[in-house]
């Protein structure tokens, strides 16, 4: 089954706009999903988000982003692709996505944050996707729920954006609101 939705554009698009076309997005229900596990993929996630078959690039875009619609977290935080007859598992070296862009309209308590992912997906940060700053084996990671127990880590240049609104709006701690919602940026160690 080819992949064939195009991956969204956050140039040019407002966030009313990028709301709709996320809703429209629909997704295999991998949460409703439990087949039996099958094995291993043979895959992996890298941490800078390359996808990896048998130790090779996977270098057809359309096909990770055919694989991020059928990847899920489990509940011991695994991570698995998943269809109605199979479950493999797949591994992922910091976080299955990652934010590569952002978008932003309003100010402070009325601000509204748009994500793109590398997926090709897109989100908005709000109480469905809460933006958190965690620990990691290399410092603090700013990520932000997908979906599935999904994690996107945000790309330096997203997470320097958004620090630079929140100093801006001297917040104190320093943080981001997004659809009505606030979300420290400070590592909660």
């Known amino acids: 089954m080819p992949e064939t939705r195009p991956p969204i554009d956050l140039q040019g698009i407002s966030l009313a706009d990028l709301g709709r076309l996320v809703a429209e997005r629909k997704l295999p229900p ?15 996630i890298a941490r800078d988000g390359t996808w990896f078959h048998d130790g090779r690039p996977i270098e057809r875009v359309a096909m990770v982003r055919l694989f991020a619609t059928i990847l899920r977290r489990e509940p011991d935080g695994s991570h698995v692709l998943v269809t109605p007859v199979e479950k493999l598992t797949i591994a992922v070296d910091g976080t299955a996505f990652r934010a590569v862009e952002m978008t932003s309209e309003g100010e402070g308590r009325d601000r509204t944050i748009g994500l793109a992912l590398d997926s090709g997906d897109a989100l908005i940060v709000g109480p469905d996707h ?35 609104l929140a100093l801006a709006e001297g917040a104190h701690p320093p943080g981001i609101w997004s659809c009505g919602i606030f979300f420290p940026l400070g590592d909660e160690q």
């Open 130 to 164: 809460p933006l958190t700053v965690v620990p990691s084996p290399t410092g603090p990671s700013p990520r932000v729920v997908v979906r599935h127990g999904l994690e996107a880590e945000l790309t330096r240049p997203v997470y320097y954006e958004l620090a630079e």
């Open 30 to 44: 991998v949460d409703r999903w439990n087949p039996t596990h099958c094995g291993d993929s043979g895959m992996r």
